[in-house]
């Protein structure tokens, strides 16, 4: 049995001392690291204080993009080497508004999986369609090919460390979202490629995400579906409160 992941990400939101109170309110209350893993991917100012203030505890911190480099003269970006000499566990790698507003490509990803795998961190690489695209019919073949793209190069070992969030863009921050029948139905696909890709054992252990506009009021659904393995939730994840009743989700379905 793959083990849920619940990731929030907060996009540009919360202070540094605001994020310190979230998770000070959480840290204590969220489920076994047995059950499931506990995820905020936050702003890149709190990284070192949430790493710290989560230390002893079963929340987990991950950063929202990161450069491909060890390190070099790329002004405000993060390197691997940096998030993980911090303590940073996650990161994601190729959201849909990176992809957009900054230029992000199948290629920068990755270089930025591969990067990330080599300095011990857990990449999250999103991938999903526009709206276009999927009333063009186009979304099998675009999630395929954002899949071979970003798995390319990479073994057994490596590959099963990453964890796929398919986040369709349409329904990113909009209120839309997918049924969690055709949630599950693009997961499926993705495990297909990933089985095309690599053995049945590798493929199987691979976690599959559903992002896209999820809430308390669909979590339960979504969970509830046999090959989607956890939620990249965004706005549901800035109040403690919400976040833990997105954890919750997993002991009811």
Excluded at 15 to 41: G, L
Excluded at 121 to 143: D, F, M, W, Y
Excluded at 222 to 244: K, N, R, T
């Amino acid at each position: 049995m793959r083990k849920p992941i619940i990731a929030g990400n907060w996009k540009m939101y919360k202070t540094v001392d605001e994020a310190k109170r979230f998770a000070e309110e959480v840290k204590e209350r969220i489920p076994s690291a047995e059950a499931i893993d506990s995820v905020i991917c936050v702003p890149a100012i709190a990284l070192d204080s949430l790493v710290k203030e989560a230390a002893g505890t079963d929340l987990k911190i991950g950063a929202q993009t990161m450069h491909w480099e060890k390190e070099g003269a790329y002004t405000g970006e993060i390197s691997p080497s940096q998030l993980n000499a911090l303590g940073v566990e996650y990161v994601i790698i190729g959201h849909s508004e990176r992809r957009a507003m900054f230029g992000e490509t199948d290629e920068t990803v990755n270089k930025k999986v591969k990067a990330a795998i080599r300095h011990s961190l857990h990449p999250i690489v999103c991938v999903g369609e526009s709206i276009e695209v999927r009333k063009g019919g186009q979304t099998t073949a675009v999630v395929r090919s954002e899949i071979e793209k970003a798995f390319h190069g990479l073994g057994e070992e490596e590959a099963s460390r990453i964890v796929v969030a398919y986040e369709p863009i349409w329904a990113i921050g909009t209120g839309e979202s997918a049924t969690p029948e055709d949630a599950d139905n693009v997961c499926e696909t993705i495990r297909n490629v990933l089985s095309e890709l690599y053995s049945e054992t590798t493929a199987n252990s691979i976690r599959i995400q559903y992002g896209g506009s999820v809430n308390e009021k669909n979590i339960d659904s979504i969970l509830a579906m046999p090959h989607i393995d956890g939620a990249l939730v965004g706005g549901a994840s800035l109040d403690p409160e919400s976040f833990l009743n997105l954890l919750g989700a997993v002991k009811r379905v």
